[in-house]
């Protein structure tokens, strides 16, 4: 089944907590981000990558880290820095490329709360 | 720095009657695509419709199209036949070509009444 997988669905946070969140897909896209939504808002970008091993900030970085060893996985860690984690996340892919239209493609969320 | 302007945060429609979802944006870049994305109570993003700014042939899909004037900055989508189905959050996006940087705006709640 082809895709882009977000896991878990629901997660909850203890303060001062590291938590991560999963994103993998099988659609052999390039290019991978992480949206955080919050009520009342339009998704607003924490993290980009284009290739393996290389990533860029987006607007609101701070208190998150991603890493990006295989093409297909993108995971996201919330740190105990980012102080109002609670939100629903959203992961999107993006093949690149010249016939590519720059769609972005997205994962079903991962809603965060805190304990 | 690119913004999304959605200006009507909550509309309604009887359904198969026709409704219209604002959108403004503001940017110098010329080359650029725009977005009309739909999230369904399921909370899943969904792509409803794609303007690539050079074109100036509105786009369509099926019910959806939607009204692009480059000059005014403005991107409307018209939903037509509204069905039960269409009730959603719809997000107006902004992206450069070849950007990674999508813009969207704050979300219209869209509720279509039986």
């Known amino acids: 089944d082809g895709g882009i997988t977000q896991s878990p669905k629901y997660l909850f946070r203890k303060e001062g907590q590291n938590v991560t969140l999963s994103c993998e897909q099988n659609?052999?896209?390039?290019?991978m981000y992480w949206y955080r939504q919050d009520p009342g808002q339009g998704l607003r970008l924490i993290y980009y990558?284009?290739?393996?091993?290389?990533?860029q900030k987006g607007d609101i970085a701070e208190g998150y880290s991603v890493s990006r060893e295989k093409k297909e996985s993108f995971p996201l860690t919330v740190t105990s820095a980012q102080k109002n984690p609670t939100a629903f996340y959203l992961c999107?892919?993006?093949?690149?490329?010249?016939?590519?239209?720059?769609?972005?493609?997205f994962g079903a969320g991962t809603r965060l709360s805190v304990l | 720095a690119q913004t999304v302007t959605q200006s009507q945060p909550e509309m309604s429609v009887q359904e198969a009657e026709t409704v219209t979802l604002s959108c403004t944006y503001d940017?110098?870049?010329?080359?650029?695509?725009l977005f009309w994305y739909k999230q369904p109570p399921s909370r899943q993003m969904i792509l409803v419709i794609r303007?690539?700014?050079?074109?100036?042939q509105n786009a369509t899909e099926n019910r959806f199209s939607v009204n692009f004037q480059k000059a005014a900055k403005s991107f409307s989508l018209k939903i037509s036949d509204s069905q039960l189905g269409d009730t959603a959050m719809y997000f107006c996006?902004?992206?450069?070509?070849?950007?990674?940087?999508?813009?969207f705006g704050a979300g219209t709640r869209l509720t279509v009444k039986p």
């Open positions: 999107a892919t993006a093949m690149l490329g010249r016939n590519s239209g720059d769609i972005q493609y």
């Open positions: 659609l052999n896209h390039d290019a």
């Open positions: 990558s284009q290739i393996v091993n290389d990533f």
């Open positions: 940017t110098s870049e010329n080359n650029y695509y």
């Open positions: 303007q690539e700014a050079y074109k100036q």
């Open positions: 996006a902004f992206m450069k070509r070849n950007n990674n940087d999508m813009r």
